[in-house]
Antibody, heavy 119, light 107 residues
Framework: QVQLVESGGGVVQPGRSLRLSCAASGFTFSSYTMHWVRQAPGKGLEWVAVTSSDGSSKHYADSVKGRFTISRDNSKNTLYVQMNSLRGEDTAVYYC????????????WGQGTMVTVSS | DIQMTQSPSTLSASVGDRVTITCRASQSISSWLAWYQQKPGKAPKFLIYKASSLESGVPSRFSGSGSGTEFTLTISSLQPDDFATYYCQQYNSYPLTFGGGTKVEIK
């Protein structure tokens, strides 16, 4: 079945870095746009970043631009986000998600991985 | 950036009630709107795309309507499994943006 499984979350100090991974299975990963969406504790959903199916086009939320980098390895069916210069406000559950074809509604979500930025 | 405003933020209703949630966009998004359901501790679930198209497997009591800047999600007869938080999201342009959410509570 279609599945997205995130990993790499944890507790990190402010200013440090963390890389999240998302392993995809059950569909042709290389055909789909992929997203990261986050949710701070008790808050709503916030879109973070997107990469096109071949990784050539990327977009970011202003809140993470210049600090986060989304990437993918289609040979490994894996999505990544490199998060640098982490801040307390980056504390959230991070979801990996798939963009529906042919348009970009988000149709499949992973279970999420928690990132806590704290000293 | 396109701002998405949902109302109400909380809604109290009983099983069997008809429930309507409104979502407004700060500029026209045509029909590029999706709706999601989220339960505590769980990932969001995809319900509706292109404003009114029901995702496969979603019960027919859910429906969406609207275009341009004003949209609605309707649950025709609320069931116990429907008590959750609902989010709208525009995918007309990046950055994608979500509404603030509507929590549907038991009355």
């Amino acid at each position: 079945q279609v599945q997205l499984v995130e990993s790499g979350g944890g507790v990190v100090q402010p200013g440090r870095s963390l890389r999240l991974s998302c392993a995809a299975s059950g569909f042709t990963f290389s055909s789909y746009t992929m997203h990261w969406v986050r949710q701070a504790p008790g808050k709503g959903l916030e879109w973070v970043a997107v990469t096109s199916s071949d990784g050539s086009s990327k977009h970011y939320a202003d809140s993470v631009k210049g600090r986060f980098t989304i990437s993918r390895d289609n040979s490994k069916n894996t999505l990544y986000v490199q998060m640098n210069s982490l801040r307390g406000e980056d504390t959230a559950v991070y979801y990996c998600a798939r963009g529906q074809l042919p348009n970009d509604a988000i149709d499949i979500w992973g279970q999420g991985t928690m990132v806590t930025v704290s000293s | 950036d396109i701002q998405m405003t949902q109302s109400p933020s909380t809604l109290s209703a009983s099983v069997g009630d008809r429930v309507t949630i409104t979502c407004r966009a700060s500029q026209s998004i045509s029909s590029w709107l999706a709706w999601y359901q989220q339960k505590p501790g769980k990932a969001p679930k995809f319900l509706i795309y292109k404003a009114s198209s029901l995702e496969s497997g979603v019960p027919s009591r859910f429906s969406g309507s609207g275009s341009g800047t004003e949209f609605t999600l309707t649950i025709s007869s609320l069931q116990p499994d429907d008590f959750a938080t609902y989010y709208c999201q525009q995918y007309n342009s990046y950055p994608l943006t979500f509404g603030g959410g509507t929590k549907v509570e038991i009355k």
